[in-house]
């Protein structure tokens, strides 16, 4: 059983070169079990393949990034130094991810979303019609959905009540990152969605009103590693290990023991990814 999950991290991007490894150690090492998140279709590849190294402990998720669908978008420790025609752009491969989500450390469609924050071209059309492929494979998979979304809630809102009849009808899915207001947390959270929130509560008031609302029953921890590292590793590259102390600032946020704290978070990452 593990202490605590990191139920949206990066380990396999580039960010981390020959140290992948290691830092996924240094956290098992530690009861700390991590779901690597996709992020287009290679980098969904390397989390499946990273994951089956091992037996128990790491997982994936499978999806593409609204923000790789503009041919503009590349993020160094995401993508690494990779070729033009690999930056962004990149059309949702239904089949390609459906064979990849065959595998069993395969628990969640993501991550996917909508991102308006970079807005170039053809862009909401382009996410708006991979969110909708995403959310078919995960019906067809039997798996939620690992959302993001930045300055588009009203947007993905409307989408998920359109598509409401394809989503799990318990537990659908997970917004990551949640950057939201109460009013969309309670819409989403009527459409049986649950949050994850990472570093940056640990120093940033401007989520505790929201964490408050939301509750406990209803959060997972993340780091989204290796992006936003919590104090006291504020600016350095971020890691699984790290969300010891993510979990400590909600238990102060909530008023609530460490350790219910990690129960719970970590009891509804199993339930929900079936980990």
């Keep these: 059983m593990p ?18 490894g290691e830092v996924a150690k240094r956290a098992l090492d530690q009861n700390i079990w991590l779901v690597n998140v996709g992020t287009n279709l290679k980098t969904s590849t390397e989390a499946v393949g990273f994951a089956e190294k091992y037996e128990e402990g790491v997982y994936a998720t499978i999806g593409l990034h609204p923000n790789n669908t503009s041919p503009g978008y590349h993020d160094k420790n995401e993508l690494g130094d990779s070729d033009e025609k690999e930056r962004g752009g990149e059309d ?46 995960a019906k067809d998979l039997d798996i939620p959905l690992m959302i993001h979304c930045r300055d588009a809630f009203d947007d993905l809102i409307e989408l998920l009540k359109e598509k409401r009849a394809d989503l799990k009808s318990v ?89 219910e704290v990690a129960s719970v978070t970590t009891d509804n990452a199993r339930r929900i990814l079936g980990i």
Excluded at 235 to 243: C, D, M, S
């Design 171 to 259: 537990a659908p899915g997970i917004n990551h990152f949640f950057t939201g207001s109460i009013n969309n947390a309670t819409e989403l959270m009527d459409l049986g969605f649950y949050f994850s929130f990472g570093g940056v509560i640990t120093f940033s008031r401007d989520y505790d009103e929201v964490i408050r609302h939301i509750g406990l029953d209803r959060v997972l921890l993340e780091t989204d590693a290796p992006y936003v590292a919590p104090e006291p590793h504020r600016g350095k590259r971020n890691e699984p290990l790290y969300i010891k102390h993510t979990a400590e600032k909600l238990a102060e946020i909530l008023g609530k023991d460490y350790e």
């Design 92 to 137: 949702f491969d239904y089949e390609a991810y459906k064979e990849l989500g065959k595998s069993d450390k395969v628990v969640a469609v993501g991550e996917c979303g909508l991102d308006y924050f970079r807005m170039e071209g053809d862009t909401k059309r382009q996410q708006r019609e991979a969110l909708i492929s995403q959310i078919d494979l």
């Design 3 to 20: 202490r605590l999950i990191d139920a949206h991290t990066h380990v396999p991007f580039p960010a981390y070169g020959d140290e992948a």
